[in-house]
């Protein structure tokens, strides 16, 4: 958890649990998604966590945010309120900046800051492309899934808890925070 999470979370009162997931490329996507999700349900249910539902709330930087967009459509369904949903950087959008053999996407891609940064020392476009293969999800035909899980964008926002969004100006992931 990145200190400007863990700090907004002080000031604001939620709790604050970092939780590990298994990675890629040893695991494919849906594995992390299960993963915080299990993690969390064994929270509630250790009697000495002492969870204050009316406490709760959700972050994470870059693909954790994107793990922390994904888990908050989750609690929505299963009515688990909310406080706050926290994001740094985040990564919501990717799987549309590449097509299904996993190249980077120029043309379908909606976000202007992924080709503005393609350079950058952080995330060149060969490091998100390496990223992303080895982390996609995958049918039994071995084609990428898109659903909600792999894009939050496509989830309805109805009924989620206020959302607080940090962006960084020279970062690809920048619009994909924005919007």
């Not at 000031?11 to 915080?36: K, S």
């Not at 954790?64 to 929505?76: D, I, K, M, Q, T």
Request: charged share 20%; proline share 5%.
């Amino acid at each position: 958890m990145s200190n400007t999470i863990r700090n907004t979370f002080r000031a604001t009162g939620p709790e604050a649990f970092d939780i590990d997931y298994q990675l890629a490329p040893q695991n494919r996507h849906c594995t992390t998604n299960e993963d915080c999700w299990a993690a969390f349900n064994w929270f509630q249910k250790v009697e000495k966590v002492k969870i204050d539902p009316d406490r709760m709330a959700v972050g994470g930087v870059s693909v954790g945010g994107y793990l922390s967009a994904v888990f908050v459509h989750l609690c929505r369904d299963v009515n688990i309120p909310l406080r706050l949903q926290i994001f740094n950087v985040p990564a919501y959008d990717s799987n549309n900046a590449f097509t299904p053999e996993g190249a980077f996407n120029r043309v379908k891609w909606p976000h202007e800051s992924y080709r503005e940064m393609k350079f950058i020392p952080a995330l060149p476009t060969a490091r998100m492309t390496y990223l992303h293969t080895s982390w996609k999800c995958l049918d039994q035909q071995g084609q990428t899934r898109c659903d909600w899980r792999i894009n939050s964008m496509l989830a309805s926002s109805l009924g989620l808890a206020l959302a607080l969004a940090f962006t960084a100006e020279m970062d690809r992931l920048r619009d994909e925070g924005e919007a």
